[in-house]
C-alpha cells in the first residue's frame, strides 16, 4: 500500500475527533452559495450578499445578553478586578489574534487614564496589568500560522502554566468551533489551579457534545459556564475568522467594558463619569448598537466606497503588484486580518527582511511612526511575549517526532525580523505598481489635517518611493475630501459611538476589512460557490475541511476525497520549489487533476 493511502486511511480511521462537518461553523451558508458567480459580475451585489450574513449575529446577541451565562461572565470578571485577580483570554488562529486585541484594548484605555489623570498612577499601573493573553504558538502567531499547534492539548497547558494563572483567576477560553485543542488544554490547567473558567464557542452544545469527545468532556463539566454564541455557517464556509470571531468580538468585548465600567464607579465614584466618558452601557444598548452598525456599513455609501476598494486590490494583484498598509492605532486590527488570508487563501505568508528564496507578500502591515522592536511594544501596549521552547520541552509535551527534531524559532529575535516598523524595505516598492494604504478613523484623520497627529507626515516620508498611495477611511459621517494629488481616498461612513476599549472602532475595522479582503479573493476566483478552494492543509482540521471540499466539488465520498488529497500532498512534498515561487494549495491541485481543469489563480508567482 503506498503512503498516501496509508496517511489517508490513518486519517479517517484514527482521527475522527477531527472529522468536523457535522457543526455548523464548517457547513455553506445558503445565502452565499452563489457567491463565486455573482460577485465578478457585481462587486457591490456580492458586497451585501456577504454582509448579510453578518445579520445571523443579532439574533445571537439579543439571547446572550439575556442570559444568565454571559451576566455571570461580567459579574465574574467584575470581582477578579476588585481582588486583584488576573483576567486570563484564551484563543488559537483568529481567536488568539482577538485575545491579543482585547488585552491591548484594556491596557490602551488604562494607559490613556495614566496620560489623563497622573494621580491614579499607582491603579492604573496595577489595573493595567489585569487582563492578559494566551496566542497559540505566542506573539510570533500574530505574523505567521504556527503548523500543528493547535492540535496538542499539551501545548496549551505549558502555555497556562508559564502564564501563572492561579486560585480565583479567571481564564475566558475562546473557541470558534468549540474543539480546538490547544485552547481546551489551557481550561483544563485552569481548573487545576483553581482558576474560574469560561468556554465560549460558535457551534450548539449539543452538535458539539454529541460528536466530539474533547469537546463533550468541557460541556459536561460542571465547573466550566458555557457561553454558546453560534450562529450558524459563515459567509465562507469554514472562515470563522468572519462572523464567529465578530460576534466573539462583540460579546466579549461588551462584558470587559460592562465590568471595566463597573469597576471605575466603584473604585472612583465621583471621578466615575470622567473616566468612563459616559454612563454604562446597557446590554440593550450593546444591542442596539451593533445592529446601527451593520445596518450603516450596508448602506450605499458604505458599500459603493468598499467595492472601488476591493476593485483597486484585484486590479493590484492581477498585476502582480503588492499592498502595504500603514497604520497606528489600527495595526493590530489589520494583523489580525492580514496575517488569516494566508492559510485561508493560501496566499504566501509575511516574509522576513532578507529572506528572499520565499515570494513576498501580497499584503503587509507596518506602523510609519517607530523602528520595529518599538512599533511591537507601542501597538501590543507591553512586551512581545513569544516562546522559547526547546527539542527537550516538545518531546515531554508529546510534539510529534517533526516538532522534536525541528524546533520552530518562535522568540522575539525571529518576530523582530519581521520588519513592521517604518525601516524602509524596498521589497515593498519593488514593482512599478506597489500601492501604500494608510488606514485611519474618521476621528483620527480630522486630527491628523489640524496638525494633532504626526501619523500622515511620516506615511509620506515612509511611502515616498511608492508610485500609488490610497487612504481608507473608517467611521464618521462627511469627512473633508482628501486633495493631495494621486491619493485616492475610500471612506467607509459609519457611526461610532465612544466606548472605553473603543469596541465599535475595532468591530467596524474588522467587518471592513473582512468584507474587503474576502470580496477581492472572490473576484480573484479564490473561492468556488461559498468555498475556500485554495486552503492550505496545516492541520487537522484544515485536511478534514480540504477533503470536504475535494469531496463536494469532484463529487467522491469522504474516503475517495481524504485519499487523493493525500495523494496530492504526497505529490508535492517530492517536488522542489524554487527561490520566490508561490506555494499551490493541495486541495485547489486535487480538484483540478480530478475535474480535468484548472482552479483559477489569476496569477502563480509574485
Known amino acids: ?157 505549558q502555555q497556562a502554566l508559564e502564564a501563572g494563572l492561579g486560585t480565583d483567576d479567571v481564564l475566558v477560553a475562546i473557541t470558534e468551533g468549540g474543539e480546538t485543542s490547544s485552547v481546551i488544554g489551557t481550561v483544563w490547567h485552569a481548573l487545576e489551579k483553581g482558576a474560574k473558567v469560561f468556554f465560549i464557542c460558535n457551534n450548539p452544545l449539543d452538535i458539539l457534545s454529541s460528536n466530539i469527545e474533547r469537546s463533550r468532556q468541557i460541556i459536561q463539566e460542571p465547573r466550566i459556564i458555557k457561553l454558546d454564541i453560534s450562529t450558524g455557517p459563515m459567509a465562507i464556509a469554514g472562515s470563522t475568522r468572519m462572523q464567529a470571531t465578530t460576534s466573539e468580538l462583540l460579546i466579549v468585548g461588551a462584558a470587559l467594558e460592562t465590568a471595566l465600567a463597573r ?72 494583523f489580525t486580518d492580514t496575517t488569516e488570508r494566508s492559510p485561508t487563501f493560501m496566499l504566501p505568508p509575511f516574509r522576513k527582511s532578507g529572506d528572499v528564496l520565499v515570494p513576498r507578500s501580497w499584503a503587509f502591515v507596518k506602523n510609519p511612526l517607530y523602528p520595529t522592536p518599538d512599533t511591537w511594544r507601542h501597538m501590543l501596549g507591553r512586551l512581545p511575549r513569544c516562546l522559547a521552547w526547546n527539542s527537550a520541552l516538545y518531546r515531554k509535551l508529546g510534539a510529534a517526532e517533526k516538532l522534536r527534531r525541528n524546533s520552530p524559532k518562535l522568540d522575539e529575535k525571529e518576530l523582530f525580523l519581521f520588519l513592521i516598523g517604518n525601516e524602509d524595505d524596498v521589497s515593498r516598492y519593488s514593482s512599478a505598481g506597489d500601492c501604500a494604504a494608510l488606514v485611519m478613523s474618521c476621528a483620527e484623520y480630522e486630527r491628523d489635517l489640524e496638525n494633532k497627529s504626526p501619523v500622515r507626515k511620516a506615511f509620506n516620508i515612509c511611502t515616498v518611493n511608492f508610485t500609488r498611495r490610497v487612504i481608507g477611511l473608517v467611521g464618521g459621517g462627511k469627512t473633508r475630501e482628501e486633495k493631495e494629488e494621486n491619493i485616492k481616498c475610500f471612506h467607509i461612513p459609519c457611526r461610532l459611538p465612544a466606548s472605553p476599549l473603543c469596541l465599535w472602532d475595532h468591530l467596524a475595522v474588522k467587518l471592513t476589512l473582512n468584507t474587503l479582503s474576502t470580496a477581492t479573493m472572490a473576484r480573484l476566483g479564490r473561492v468556488a460557490g461559498n468555498w475556500m478552494v485554495h486552503v492550505d492543509i496545516t492541520n487537522k482540521k484544515l485536511i478534514d475541511r480540504g477533503t470536504r471540499l475535494v469531496a463536494e466539488q469532484c463529487g467522491l465520498s469522504y474516503e475517495e476525497a481524504c485519499y487523493e488529497l493525500h495523494k496530492t500532498r504526497a505529490e508535492f512534498s517530492h517536488r522542489k520549489i524554487l527561490p520566490g515561487m508561490e506555494k499551490r494549495s493541495s486541495v485547489s491541485r486535487t480538484i483540478e487533476r480530478l475535474k480535468g481543469r484548472k482552479v483559477s489563480t489569476h496569477r502563480s508567482a509574485f
Open 1 to 157: 500500500m503506498d503512503d498516501a493511502r496509508k496517511e489517508a486511511e490513518h486519517f479517517i480511521r484514527d482521527e475522527r475527533e477531527f472529522h468536523l462537518g457535522a457543526l455548523p461553523t464548517e457547513q455553506s451558508h445558503p445565502k452565499t452559495a452563489k457567491l463565486s458567480e455573482i460577485i465578478p459580475a457585481d462587486t457591490s451585489r456580492g458586497i451585501k450578499m456577504l454582509q448579510t450574513v453578518d445579520e445571523d449575529i443579532l439574533p445571537m446577541a439579543r439571547r446572550i445578553f439575556k442570559s444568565r451565562e454571559y451576566h455571570k461572565l461580567a459579574e465574574t470578571l467584575l470581582a477578579a478586578l476588585i481582588n486583584g485577580k488576573k483576567i486570563c483570554l484564551s484563543g488559537c488562529g483568529a481567536t488568539g489574534r482577538l485575545s491579543i486585541l482585547l488585552e491591548t484594548a484594556w491596557r490602551m484605555f488604562w494607559q490613556n487614564l495614566f496620560k489623563s489623570h497622573p494621580g491614579l498612577g499607582k491603579e492604573a499601573g496595577r489595573a493595567q496589568n489585569a487582563v492578559i493573553s494566551i496566542m497559540t504558538g505566542g506573539d510570533y502567531a500574530l505574523v505567521s500560522s504556527v503548523e500543528s499547534f493547535e492540535d496538542y492539548q499539551s501545548f496549551g497547558r
Open 263 to 334: 469597576y471605575l464607579q466603584k473604585m472612583f465614584p465621583k471621578e466615575y463619569r470622567k473616566l468612563c466618558g459616559r454612563k454604562e452601557s446597557s446590554d440593550k444598548e450593546y444591542e442596539k448598537r451593533f445592529g446601527r452598525l451593520l445596518a450603516d456599513l450596508a448602506d450605499s455609501p458604505a458599500v459603493s466606497a468598499l467595492a472601488e476598494w476591493v476593485e483597486t486590490e484585484e486590479e493590484l494583484y492581477r498585476s502582480r503588484n503588492a499592498i502595504t498598509y500603514f497604520a497606528d492605532s489600527y495595526l493590530l486590527d489589520i
